[in-house]
């Protein structure tokens, strides 16, 4: 198999959308994804209006992969809460569907996809790079980064004190009214939690917990879903005669939340995604960063150019949608704070709708061309 031009080590969005531009251009690309097939990704499955718009761009439907519609906000603090009009058309659909979506649509491109290895080894050589997977040993002109929250050994990322936990369920009937054309935020002691529908009726929750509310759970998953409900009865309303539908959460550790890789790997070697650059997930743009980095990295291939412009250039766009990302999501860990601005929402809806169009994924257009 191979040689390669390319190669993107990680089969997610980023990687997908990578290998899917480059054969686009008449690339050899192969992909390299460790999980032997689809799977949930820790994720809140909001996806905004630019990640549309990216995925049109890349020829993925996303009505007819059964996305639910959402254009409101609901903040929640305890026993309160505030809603806003989203600035924008939003949809709730899972990575699970999405992600296999994407890495179908590469393969049909043709692109190369090994599934079910794991990169034990990325070591720059010249001109080329050499991927280690398993038994098999790679070789590449150009590598895309594309791991998502985990790290490949010997280039790893800075590490915080943040675990996240994604489940789905099968909502009750009075609970999917609850969430109908919503995503709903709730802040806690500890952390905070958003719910949204996804296709087939089902509805993803996905919390974030601090390193206080791991240690006074136990890590326990059911008993941190029984605190929160407690704190945030929205929470307890929507899991009252619903169903989960796996036995335990997808789960991740250690999330640099603000984190933007400063510097460069090698010159033929582009990190993209959440190996970029990885925004608090109040946000819920996760999805837009990921796909843009993908196709840019993939153009700056194309174009000749060396992984630092590219790196310099893409994070750049992010300054400013960063420095805001990173006040929303002080603002949902500290609890006064939380209060205040879910009475500043409450009176001024519009605030709400300009700081999500504040975090959104910037200079796009060039892309959709």
């Known amino acids: 198999m191979g040689p390669f031009d390319a190669i993107a080590i990680g089969g997610g969005l980023a990687g997908a959308a990578f290998a899917l531009e480059l054969r686009r251009h008449g690339v050899s690309v192969a992909i390299i994804e460790r999980a032997r097939a ?15 718009e990216l995925l049109a761009r890349l020829g993925i ?3 007819r992969l059964g996305a639910a519609r ?5 903040l929640a603090a305890g026993r309160r809460a505030a809603t806003a009009p989203l600035p924008f058309p939003a949809i709730g659909l899972s990575r699970f569907t999405l992600d296999e979506a994407l890495l179908r649509a590469a393969g049909d491109a043709g692109a190369e996809i090994l599934r079910g290895e794991s990169v034990a080894g990325l070591e720059p050589d010249g001109g080329h790079v050499v991927v280690r997977a398993g038994r098999r040993v790679l070789r590449a002109r150009s590598v895309a980064l594309a791991t998502g929250k985990h790290n490949v050994r010997g280039w790893p990322r800075a590490r915080a004190s943040m675990t996240a936990f994604k489940i ?29 529908l996804v296709e087939d009726g089902s509805a993803t929750i996905c919390w974030l917990a601090d390193e206080d509310f791991m240690n006074r759970t136990a890590g326990d998953w059911s008993r941190q879903l029984a605190s929160i409900s407690r ?5 307890g309303d929507l899991l009252a005669g619903s169903k989960f539908v796996a036995a335990e959460p997808a789960a991740i550790a250690a999330i640099p939340f603000g984190y933007t890789r400063q510097e460069t790997i090698a010159p033929n070697v582009y990190p993209v995604g959440d190996q970029l650059a990885v925004i608090p997930s109040i946000t819920g743009d996760g999805t837009s960063l990921a796909l843009a980095s993908g196709l840019r990295a993939a153009r700056a291939i194309v174009a000749g150019e060396a992984a630092d412009a590219y790196q310099r250039a893409s994070l750049a766009r992010t300054r400013a949608q960063f420095r805001w990302a990173r006040t929303v999501h002080s603002i949902s860990r500290n ?18 709708s300009l700081l999500a169009e504040l975090t959104r994924t910037r200079d796009i257009d060039s892309l959709l061309t």
Do not use: N
């Open 61 to 63: 439907d996303v009505a």
């Open 231 to 235: 704190q945030s009865p929205f929470l």
């Open 70 to 74: 959402v254009s409101t906000l609901r």
């Open 38 to 52: 689809p799977h949930h990704k820790v994720c809140g499955d909001f996806h905004s209006r630019e990640a549309q």
């Open 335 to 352: 609890r006064p704070m939380r209060a205040l601005g879910l009475g500043a929402v409450a009176l001024a809806p519009r605030l709400a």
């Open 168 to 196: 789905q369920l099968v909502p009750t009937p009075a609970a999917q009214r609850q969430l109908s054309d919503v995503v709903q935020l709730a802040g806690y002691r500890g952390g905070y939690i958003g719910a949204c």
